[in-house]
């Protein structure tokens, strides 16, 4: 059984940076495609950022370039990083990663949460003006 364990978040102030992590356990080597969704009390979860199962193939919404970046380190088993820079009020929500079912393959819709089977247990980023 997979699962993921989410580590970073807090309180902040506006233009901080944060990182959060997101590490996979349950016995597996297999690496997985990986993203990271956020939401807010009573909005849909909205993408964040992804990153293929390989390492490769990144991306972060349109929204958030500039300011957010994802990355991967094998070296630390299995190890997905999202890196806030400049944060600003409105990124204040509960942070979630997100594992595609099926190792080493890749989701058809990298920003669609439908996609993810496994799900970390969410962290929340608050950035005060």
């Known amino acids: 059984q997979v699962q993921l364990v989410q580590s970073g978040g807090g309180l902040v102030q506006t233009g901080a940076s944060l990182t959060l992590s997101c590490t996979t356990s349950g016995g597996t080597d297999s690496r997985y495609a990986m993203a990271w969704f956020r939401q807010v009390p009573g909005k849909e979860r909205e993408f964040v950022a992804s990153v293929g199962w390989s390492g490769g193939a990144r991306n972060v919404a349109d929204s958030k370039r500039g300011r957010f970046t994802i990355s991967r380190d094998y070296n630390a088993k299995n190890v997905v990083y999202l890196q806030m820079n400049d944060l600003l009020a409105e990124d204040t929500a509960i942070y979630y990663c997100?594992?595609?079912?099926?190792?080493?393959?890749?989701?058809?819709?990298?920003?669609?949460?439908?996609?993810?089977?496994?799900w970390g247990q969410g962290t929340q980023v608050t950035v005060s003006s």
């Open positions: 997100a594992a595609y079912g099926s190792p080493e393959s890749t989701p058809l819709c990298r920003y669609c949460d439908h996609e993810y089977t496994y």
